[in-house]
């Protein structure tokens, strides 16, 4: 039986500060285990995250030379190389900046093919699972593209977008161009199999679902309050996207 856990939470100043905590877990996690996997999100929330590891191996004080990871979720139906890809983001963002073994990086799928689902998590399970799994949360509180109705018990799947998840996510489009109506994503059960967890978000427009994902009991309405039932979770958060009122505005 399932038990409800309570988060840790870094309740921050700022967006920039919530970088700085991400960068710096992250950082830890590799340098005391240097062929550790990693669970990466894509979206605006990251960037920071990405812009920071990227300076620190420059700097010659990180390695992802021997660290593999795992992407949450990549769009179905859009042309190969589609500069709007989360394959492309990864690749411009992450792994083109820093040292990592282009065969360690494993985004899911955009081709639709039967079975890509499972290989996709027989490829996380040969890794050895996921040691530390980044997060964002969408202002519907989905997770990967986990969107609200999915059970906490999916593997990795096909899902039909939600129209507020399609326009939330135009602006990562070129001009006149929507985001495709599928994607591919780990299910709500495979993220919570990382043995660690940290949620980031920023900003007024997060606050409500924080709120829904710790605030009353936990349901599928909110894909993220199933990290209520993982052990090992920090919410990363700026004061902006901290709700009043919940679990989440009482540890300072
Ligand atoms: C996207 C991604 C999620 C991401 C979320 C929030 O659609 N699939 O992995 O966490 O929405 O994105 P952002 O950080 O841009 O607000």
């Not at 309570?6 to 309740?11: G, I, M, Q, T, Y």
């Not at 390695?63 to 492309?88: C, I």
């Not at 079975?115 to 989905?142: C, F, P, V």
């Not at 939600?162 to 161009?177: H, K, L, S, V, Y």
Request: charged content about 20%; some cysteine; proline content about 7%.
């Amino acid at each position: 039986m399932l038990s409800l856990q309570s988060p840790r939470v870094l309740r921050l100043a700022d967006a920039a500060s919530v970088a700085t905590a991400a960068i710096t877990r992250i950082a830890a996690r590799v340098s005391e285990r240097p062929n550790c996997v990693l669970g990466l999100a894509t979206g605006r929330t990251p960037l920071a995250v990405y812009d920071g590891l990227a300076q620190c191996v420059a700097d010659g004080r990180l390695s992802f030379a021997g660290v593999e990871t795992f992407n949450l979720d990549e769009y179905l139906d859009l042309p190969a190389g589609h500069p709007s890809s989360f394959r492309a983001y990864m690749a411009e963002r992450f792994f083109r900046r820093v040292d990592i073994d282009p065969a360690k990086t494993h985004v899911p799928s955009g081709e639709g093919r039967p079975g890509d689902g499972d290989r996709y998590e027989a490829a996380i399970r040969s890794a050895g699972g996921i040691d530390l799994q980044m997060l964002g949360i969408g202002q519907n509180g989905h997770i990967g593209f986990n969107e609200p109705g999915t059970s906490f018990d999916s593997r990795t799947h096909v899902v039909t977008l939600t129209q507020a998840t399609r326009d939330a996510n135009t602006a990562d489009f070129p001009n006149g161009e929507r985001p495709p109506p599928r994607a591919l994503t780990m299910g709500i059960a495979t993220i919570l199999e990382a043995r660690e967890i940290i949620l980031l978000a920023t900003g007024t427009h997060k606050a409500d679902a924080l709120a829904r994902a710790f605030g009353a009991s936990p349901d599928t309405s909110c894909p993220a309050a199933a990290l209520r039932f993982h052990p090992r979770v920090t919410v990363i958060c700026d004061e902006e996207a901290a709700p009043k009122g919940s679990v989440l505005a009482n540890h300072r």
